[in-house]
């Protein structure tokens, strides 16, 4: 078998670093590089509704794009009215200090739409400008700065051990015209890197930031494929994180376990919020699960509840291994009824269905997941 050959494996070294950029193809200095840029591998990709609408230019003669950078990093800047931009130009753009290269993902009205969801008024002075559509020698040097970004993790990651910090460095980012990096990393707690950041700078000759960024975004960042079998729902296409809490574990009747309720960044998963709002509206029906059933053989308390089959089961207090599954129409008719001061024999006579608690049940029951939510 022959060796991997070497200019196969540098192709595909570049690739993957100018992958986490939107770029199918690593770009070339000196080359048209129409093709950089391709909606099947830009991560988060967003679609341009309002392409055909005109383009607004304020009254400084301003118009506003999208641009994209590493990773999920996107953010607005303003262009001058003489320049046309389109998605999938490589950019150089203002930056502190000196300037930065990054791809036009969107253009036109659509991006004043993505300044409201973020809160960003329309004029603003504080948006940062696009100076020109990247030249050979910017592209040169943005290619020679992403080659660091590898190396310059690994070794930050071995200065980090030496110097005993409780920190995990994830991931670096050269800024386009190699003055400047931004190391992020995962802690969990505060670090005192002061040490760290004299080194780096010495050994990068780089102008350095430390950015602390939580599990989930580091999992956003490091990708990889869920329990589900699909790529990480951070990973691929979600831009923004809801909190996630344990109560949309419970609303959704699942078993309280962690191993499974836990995703791999440690937290709950985010897909348990997909359908939480389903759960609470098929839950209008149902009757408060603090409420008892009274019986003439004694009073039942609530267990769990089959939503969507409309299905609650019950066990009387002195009986609490031994569930009773009731429909719903027959729990309100017998909530009705207590309430006229009528109480049926038993509950067994409503009863579809029997069940005996198991040990797992009472395990689950006993865990304590409050250190999920956030």
């Given at each position: 078998m022959?060796?991997?050959?070497?200019e196969?494996?540098k192709?595909?070294?570049?690739?993957?670093?100018?992958f986490?950029?939107?770029?199918?193809?690593?770009p070339?200095?000196y080359q048209?590089n129409?093709?950089?840029?391709?909606?099947?591998?830009?991560?988060?990709?967003?679609?341009?509704?309002l392409?055909d609408?005109p383009?607004?230019?304020?009254?400084a003669g301003y118009?506003?794009v999208?641009i994209?950078?590493?990773?999920?990093?996107k953010?607005?800047?303003k262009?001058?009215?003489d320049q046309?931009?389109t998605?999938?130009?490589?950019?150089?753009v203002?930056?502190?200090?000196?300037h930065?290269?990054g791809?036009v993902?969107?253009?036109g009205?659509?991006?004043?739409l993505?300044?409201?969801?973020?809160g960003?008024?329309f004029?603003?002075?504080?948006i940062?400008k696009?100076?020109?559509?990247?030249?050979a020698?910017?592209?040169e040097?943005?290619?020679a700065?992403?080659?660091?970004?590898d190396?310059?993790?690994?070794?930050?990651?071995?200065?980090a051990?030496?110097?005993?910090l409780?920190?995990?460095?994830n991931?670096v980012?050269?800024?386009?015209?190699?003055t400047?990096?931004?190391f992020?990393?995962?802690?969990?707690e505060?670090v005192?890197f002061?040490?760290l950041?004299k080194?780096?700078?010495?050994e990068?000759?780089v102008r350095?930031?430390?950015?602390?960024i939580g599990v989930?975004?580091?999992?956003?960042?490091?990708?990889?494929?869920?329990?589900?079998?699909?790529?990480l729902c951070?990973?691929?296409w979600?831009?923004?994180?809801?909190s996630v809490?344990?109560h949309s574990?419970?609303?959704?009747?699942?078993?309280l376990n962690?191993?499974k309720?836990a995703?791999?960044?440690?937290?709950?998963?985010?897909?348990?919020?997909?359908?939480?709002?389903?759960?609470?509206?098929?839950m209008?029906?149902?009757?408060?699960?603090?409420?008892?059933?009274?019986?003439?053989k004694?009073?039942?308390?609530?267990?769990?509840?089959?939503?969507?089959r409309?299905?609650m089961?019950?066990?009387?207090?002195h009986d609490?291994n031994?569930?009773l599954?009731?429909p719903l129409?027959a729990?309100?008719?017998i909530?009705e009824?207590?309430k006229?001061g009528?109480?049926?024999?038993?509950?067994?006579?409503?009863a579809?269905?029997k069940?005996?608690?198991?040990?797992?049940?009472t395990?689950?029951?006993?865990?304590?997941l409050?250190r999920f939510?956030?």
């Amino acid at each position: 078998m022959e060796d991997y050959p070497e200019e196969r494996r540098k192709t595909n070294h570049a690739y993957h670093q100018f992958f986490t950029r939107a770029c199918c193809h690593d770009p070339k200095p000196y080359q048209n590089n129409a093709k950089v840029f391709s909606k099947r591998c830009a991560k988060m990709d967003a679609t341009d509704w309002l392409k055909d609408y005109p383009i607004t230019i304020d009254e400084a003669g301003y118009y506003y794009v999208e641009i994209r950078f590493k990773n999920n990093r996107k953010e607005i800047f303003k262009a001058s009215s003489d320049q046309e931009y389109t998605a999938g130009d490589i950019v150089a753009v203002e930056a502190s200090p000196g300037h930065d290269i990054g791809i036009v993902s969107m253009v036109g009205e659509t991006v004043r739409l993505q300044m409201k969801r973020k809160g960003i008024k329309f004029p603003s002075d504080d948006i940062k400008k696009v100076y020109r559509k990247a030249r050979a020698t910017d592209i040169e040097k943005w290619v020679a700065a992403v080659e660091h970004e590898d190396k310059a993790t690994l070794k930050t990651r071995g200065i980090a051990e030496k110097l005993r910090l409780v920190m995990k460095v994830n991931d670096v980012e050269y800024q386009g015209d190699n003055t400047k990096a931004i190391f992020y990393y995962t802690a969990d707690e505060r670090v005192d890197f002061r040490e760290l950041i004299k080194i780096l700078a010495d050994e990068f000759r780089v102008r350095i930031e430390m950015k602390q960024i939580g599990v989930r975004q580091e999992a956003s960042r490091l990708g990889g494929i869920g329990t589900c079998g699909r790529e990480l729902c951070c990973a691929s296409w979600m831009s923004c994180f809801k909190s996630v809490g344990t109560h949309s574990a419970r609303v959704q009747q699942l078993s309280l376990n962690p191993q499974k309720l836990a995703g791999q960044c440690g937290k709950l998963k985010c897909c348990l919020n997909y359908e939480y709002a389903t759960y609470l509206d098929a839950m209008k029906g149902f009757p408060d699960v603090e409420m008892k059933l009274r019986t003439k053989k004694g009073d039942a308390v609530h267990q769990k509840t089959d939503i969507f089959r409309k299905i609650m089961w019950y066990s009387y207090q002195h009986d609490p291994n031994h569930y009773l599954a009731i429909p719903l129409e027959a729990v309100l008719n017998i909530i009705e009824n207590n309430k006229k001061g009528v109480f049926p024999e038993n509950l067994e006579d409503f009863a579809s269905k029997k069940e005996v608690k198991t040990e797992m049940d009472t395990l689950l029951t006993q865990d304590d997941l409050t250190r999920f939510d956030e």
